[in-house]
Every structure is written in C-alpha cells, then in structure tokens.
C-alpha cells in the first residue's frame, strides 16, 4: 500500500515537473521572439495586415452582420495583439494579464463567476432595472397627465439624479443590508431619471397635426396616450432602456465594493484585486463587459421589432 502510494505521488511530482518545464519552454520561446530584431518589424507588418482586413470587411456590400462581423474582426485583432505584445516583452500580470491567462481563469472559476453573476446580474441589476425604469415611466404619464406635478416632480428627480453614488451606496447597505437589495435600491435610483426625462420628451414628441385629430375625434386622454402618444414615444423608452442597461450594471457592481455578502462581480473584483490575482479580476470584468453588451443587443432587436416604423430605426437597418 505504501509502494502504491510513493509511485502515485512520484507520478504526479514527474506530470507538474513535466507541465512547469513546458510552460518555462514556452516562456522563453516568446522572450526569444519579442528580443529578435525583426519583432517590431513584423509587429508593423501584422498591424497593416489587420488594418487592411477590418477595411475590406467593412467595405463589404450586405446586411446588417457586415457591422457585426467587422466589430468581432476587430476585437480579434485586438486580442491577438494583446497577448503577443504582453507575451514577448513580459509584461508582469500584475499589470496587465495575457488573454489566454484570463480564458484559463474564466473556466478554472467558472461555478465561482456564475454564482456572481447570479446576485449581481439576476438580482440587483435585474430587479433594480425593471423597478427603476417602471416608477420612471409611470412618474412621467402622471406628470404628462397632471402637469402640475412637473413642478414638484421634476426637481425632485433632478435632484436624485445628482447625488454621487459613492454618497448613496453605503447608505443603501446601512438601510437595506449586506445582500443585494441595496444594490437593487442604488440601481432604482440611478435608472429612475433616464427614463423619466425621456419618457416626457417622447410623449411630447407627437406631431400636433395628429394631436388635433385625436382631439376632433373626441378621443379621451387615454385612448390618444395608447394609441398616439406611447407609439411616437417609444425609440426615446428604448433609449432610456438601453442607457440604463449599462448604467444598472455599473451601478450594482461599484455598490458591492461598499458592502456585499461574499458573491457578487464587484466583490470579487474588490477582493481578487486586494489578493493580486488579476486574472480572475479580468475574468469578472470580462463577464460583466458580455453581459453589458448582450443586454444591449438584445434592447437594439427589440426596438426594431417594436418601432419598425420609426425612420430613426429605418434607417439604422
């Protein structure tokens, strides 16, 4: 039992000894290569090479995916240019990370980032978004309808929209806990104004000759607001939509630094930072950067779906 025991562990010692000296081999392949005079040469070369591909894609005749694709073709280069560069002139991954460590890192946590982005995305952003946009339009048919709010109202929410975040989520965390209603209140908050303004500017954003017609109709204010008035409003709703996307996110991960149980993106960028494992630190950012973009993607489908008719998304087709 004893000898099976010493040849596992002599394995095992033989398989990481093995797996060091290949990765020390590749190491010094790439320090060779960023120290060959012919490196920053070639570095010029292949940046030409990317400016001239991401040129003729661009220019190429379709659909909609021609954009898409140069983007993606882009962002192609652009890691491939961050791992050579970072690779060859041995930049500390202190300071900046190879994308391949970071790739390695998004499957080494990939249970850990999931159970973030469930309490961050999920929960706060998620709940925080929907709650802050609903109280914001509904605030915005109530001024629209009673205009005497506006004066009341409007500073108010002016107001709100002024106070720092770093003011408000510590607040958020005495008043609302560790856990990630706080961050759903700091979310509210930040997406309640957005949608406000630009609700009341897309109602008013109706043409009068229309209005006049709605009014000889003896159409009530209901009747002109859902079938009038909510329709030439809503690419300023979808605006408002997609500029909180980004604004929830942002605001739930920096109220974590504050105070958060232990999950959450801005915790574990907080605490990873603090450790030096930068990484995981990029890996968590890479994650919310995916799921920033997707949301606003998907807000993009949906406003073509929803005002087809509009020139403004016409014309974006």
Same mark, same amino acid.
């Given at each position: 039992?004893? &000898? ?9 010692v ?5 797996a060091?000296?290949?990765? @020390?081999?590749?190491? *010094?392949? =790439? ?17 030409l090479?990317a400016?001239?591909?991401i040129?003729?894609?661009a220019?190429?005749? /379709?659909?909609?995916?021609? /954009? ?6 882009f ?11 970072v690779?060859?002139? &041995?930049?500390s ?12 890192s998004?499957? &080494?946590h990939?249970?850990?980032?999931? /159970?973030d982005?469930?309490q961050?995305?999920?929960k706060? %952003?998620? $709940? ?10 509904a605030?915005?048919?109530?001024i &629209?309808?009673? #205009?005497?709010?506006?004066?009341g109202?409007?500073?108010v929410?002016?107001l ?9 989520? #510590? ?8 856990? =990630? ?6 979310? %509210?908050?930040m ?14 954003a109706? /043409? ?8 000889s ?7 002109t607001?859902v079938?009038?008035r ?8 979808? *605006?408002?939509?997609?500029v909180?996307?980004t604004?929830?996110? $942002?605001?739930?991960?920096?109220? @974590? ?8 993106l801005?915790?574990? $960028? ?18 919310a950067?995916v ?8 807000l ?15 014309e974006?087709?």
């Open positions: 039992m004893t &000898d099976a025991v010493t040849t596992t562990a002599a394995a095992s033989g398989v990481n000894a093995a060091n000296g290949a990765a @020390e081999a590749v190491t *010094n392949t =790439w320090l060779q290569a960023g120290a060959s005079p012919l490196f920053w040469p070639a570095i010029v070369l292949l940046a090479l400016a001239f591909s040129q003729r894609t220019r190429l005749d /379709g659909s909609r995916w021609v /954009g898409t694709l140069t983007a993606g073709l962002g192609l280069w652009v890691v491939f240019f961050w791992e050579v560069l690779r060859c002139l &041995d930049v991954r202190v300071l900046l990370p190879a994308p391949s460590l970071v790739l390695a998004l499957q &080494d990939a249970p850990k980032l999931w /159970g982005f469930v961050t995305v999920l706060a %952003v998620l $709940i925080g978004w929907t709650l802050g946009c609903g109280l914001g339009f605030v915005a048919v109530a &629209d309808r009673m #205009p005497f709010l506006q004066r109202l409007l500073p929410a002016s709100t929209s002024a106070v720092p975040l770093v003011a408000v989520a #510590p607040i958020a965390v005495m008043w609302f806990g560790f856990e =990630w209603p706080s961050k759903a209140a700091v979310v %509210v908050l997406t309640f104004f957005p949608m406000l303004v630009s609700t009341l500017a897309g109602l008013k109706a /043409g009068k000759l229309e209005r006049e017609l709605m009014y109709y003896a159409a009530s204010y209901t009747r607001l079938a009038l909510l329709p030439s409003a809503l690419p300023f709703i979808f *605006n408002a939509l997609k909180n996307a604004l929830a996110l $942002i605001g739930a991960i920096v109220a @974590e630094f504050f105070g958060s149980p232990t999950s959450g801005g915790f574990r $960028i907080s605490t990873e930072a603090a450790r030096m494992n930068m990484p995981l630190v990029w890996g968590a950012i890479v994650v950067a799921v920033g973009s997707s949301a606003y993607a998907l993009v489908a949906l406003e073509r779906k929803a005002a087809f008719w509009h020139p403004s998304v016409r974006g087709k």
